[in-house]
């Protein structure tokens, strides 16, 4: 219990200090995939709103709402490098209450605030899909809050290469839906830009949006 406590705390000066110059807005990118044969699967990346420039390719990372323990996300919070998707036996997933609405929050938040911006159809010409119509519809949700991004390792299966490095983001606190978004220049530049670009099943690519 003390030691929950001690975390909180430590948590809530890192916040107040080095993270401070964090606080900004976002853009949260869903895309909404299916292949038909399958349930609906969803994929989120998200875009510092500063970053998106006209006529310029804006580069998206991964965010993360559950895969994470409690480990990778101290490290984040402090810019050490994480690996997510390498569990150890040691790996401590016990988050407090506290944290755990705040990131249902969030995920609340980006379901009932999302706002269509394009849909890619691709037709499958192989496998157990050949002939069937594959559907991705891209949704953005703007949101202000705390973030805290850092390296993830990927491990991938390459011959001439076992890892691969990648800047990924992970929610913190403070969320809200940042509904003024719509009303500003970059909103239409965000509505109009290309998202095709974005390999999105694929974390450890590096993608971006075509902003026009």
Same mark, same amino acid.
């Given at each position: 219990?003390?030691?929950?406590?001690?975390?909180?705390?430590?948590?809530?000066?890192?916040?107040?200090?080095?993270?401070?110059?964090?606080?900004?807005?976002?853009? @949260?990118?869903?895309?909404?995939?299916?292949? %038909?044969? &399958?349930? #609906?699967?969803?994929?989120?990346? $998200?875009? *510092?709103?500063?970053?998106?420039?006209?006529?310029?390719?804006?580069?998206?990372?991964?965010?993360?709402?559950?895969?994470?323990?409690?480990?990778?996300?101290?490290?984040?919070?402090?810019?050490?490098?994480?690996?997510?998707?390498?569990?150890?036996?040691?790996?401590?997933?016990?988050?407090?209450?506290?944290?755990?609405?705040?990131?249902?929050?969030?995920?609340?938040?980006?379901?009932?605030?999302?706002?269509?911006?394009?849909?890619?159809? @691709?037709?499958?010409?192989?496998?157990?899909? %050949?002939? &069937?119509? #594959?559907?991705?519809?891209?949704? $953005?949700? *703007?949101?202000?809050?705390?973030?805290?991004?850092?390296?993830?390792?990927?491990?991938?299966?390459?011959?001439?290469?076992?890892?691969?490095?990648?800047?990924?983001?992970?929610?913190?606190?403070?969320?809200?839906?940042?509904?003024?978004?719509?009303?500003?220049?970059?909103?239409?530049?965000?509505?109009?830009?290309?998202?095709?670009?974005?390999?999105?099943?694929?974390?450890?690519?590096?993608?971006?949006?075509?902003?026009?």
């Amino acid at each position: 219990m003390k030691l929950n406590k001690y975390f909180l705390i430590i948590l809530g000066l890192i916040i107040s200090t080095s993270l401070y110059s964090q606080i900004k807005d976002f853009i @949260i990118i869903t895309f909404e995939f299916d292949q %038909k044969v &399958k349930s #609906i699967e969803n994929y989120y990346w $998200i875009v *510092p709103l500063d970053s998106i420039i006209q006529r310029s390719d804006v580069v998206v990372y991964p965010i993360y709402f559950d895969e994470f323990s409690k480990d990778d996300l101290e490290k984040c919070i402090t810019s050490d490098s994480i690996h997510i998707f390498i569990s150890t036996g040691i790996s401590n997933c016990d988050f407090e209450n506290e944290y755990l609405k705040n990131i249902d929050s969030l995920k609340t938040l980006v379901k009932k605030y999302k706002n269509k911006v394009q849909t890619i159809d @691709i037709d499958w010409t192989y496998g157990k899909t %050949k002939g &069937k119509k #594959i559907r991705t519809n891209v949704y $953005i949700t *703007p949101i202000s809050g705390y973030f805290c991004n850092c390296i993830n390792t990927f491990k991938i299966y390459n011959p001439e290469k076992s890892y691969i490095n990648k800047l990924v983001f992970l929610p913190i606190s403070n969320f809200i839906y940042n509904k003024d978004f719509w009303n500003t220049k970059k909103s239409i530049l965000v509505k109009f830009s290309n998202y095709s670009f974005v390999n999105f099943r694929n974390a450890s690519s590096i993608s971006y949006i075509k902003v026009e």
